[in-house]
């Protein structure tokens, strides 16, 4: 597996509170992404980052904010958690950031009660 | 706008029967297709990508323009195939748009 870790891997968090996910990497990949796969819609891209501080959003933005202060890691927020967001998050980095291939990282199984 | 479309949510098949995944997309540019897997307790990886137009693990996909189609296939399946496969298209906007995914579960 690519040197790709998510923390936590697995969270339980009440309405209305903030959460962060952490994506960290030791490849040195320029690009980062988040996503979240649910039933039925498989993955859809949240945001992806093409550098540090360079971030840009995806499809499904709404609620959720990143940062990237260091080329290693990429941070997702959910300031105010709903039930909407219980799902499975993912990171993937990539080299090149066009037609290279994304790496994932092993998931962060999030859950909003 | 683009989107990507895999119309089975579960395919199942018998050892030895061939498989085919269906996959269709639209987008107004030159498309760049891939296929991913996800396999019990694994991470998402890269199966392969129609520019290559190689055949890995027996899976083969062509990329039909004027079907707007990327289907994959397979000949003979095997049990080890049994796994999640998503079709993804490269929008040129350095991230890629899923389909919604297929799994495959081929019985013995």
């Known amino acids: 597996d690519a040197g790709i870790t998510q923390s936590p891997r697995h969270k339980v968090t009440e309405t209305g509170t903030p959460v962060t996910l952490r994506c960290h990497q030791t490849e040195n990949h320029r690009y980062m992404y988040w996503y979240r796969q649910d039933p039925g819609h498989g993955l859809r891209l949240i945001h992806y980052?093409?550098?540090?501080?360079?971030?840009d959003k995806g499809e499904v933005s709404d609620g959720y904010s990143v940062s990237r202060s260091k080329t290693e890691d990429f941070l997702l927020t959910l300031e105010s958690a709903t039930s909407s967001q219980t799902s499975v998050y993912f990171c993937?980095?990539?080299?090149?950031?066009?037609?290279?291939?994304?790496?994932f990282g092993p998931g962060t199984r999030l859950t909003v009660t | 706008a683009q989107r990507v479309t895999q119309p089975e949510k579960l395919l199942s098949v018998f050892k030895g029967a061939p498989v085919e995944l269906k996959c269709n997309y639209s987008?107004?540019?030159?498309?760049?297709l891939f296929w991913y897997v996800q396999y019990s307790r694994q991470r998402l990886q890269l199966l392969l990508r129609?520019?290559s137009r190689e055949s890995i693990k027996g899976f083969t996909a062509d990329l039909n323009k004027g079907e707007t189609s990327f289907h994959l296939k397979k000949p003979f399946a095997q049990e080890e195939d049994s796994a999640m496969y998503y079709c993804?298209?490269?929008?040129?906007?350095?991230?890629?748009?899923f389909g919604s995914g297929t799994r495959l579960q081929v019985q013995p």
């Open positions: 987008y107004s540019g030159s498309p760049e």
């Open positions: 129609h520019i």
């Open positions: 993937a980095i990539s080299d090149r950031g066009d037609r290279s291939e994304q790496y």
């Open positions: 993804a298209l490269y929008t040129g906007r350095r991230a890629l748009t």
């Open positions: 980052s093409y550098g540090v501080k360079d971030t």
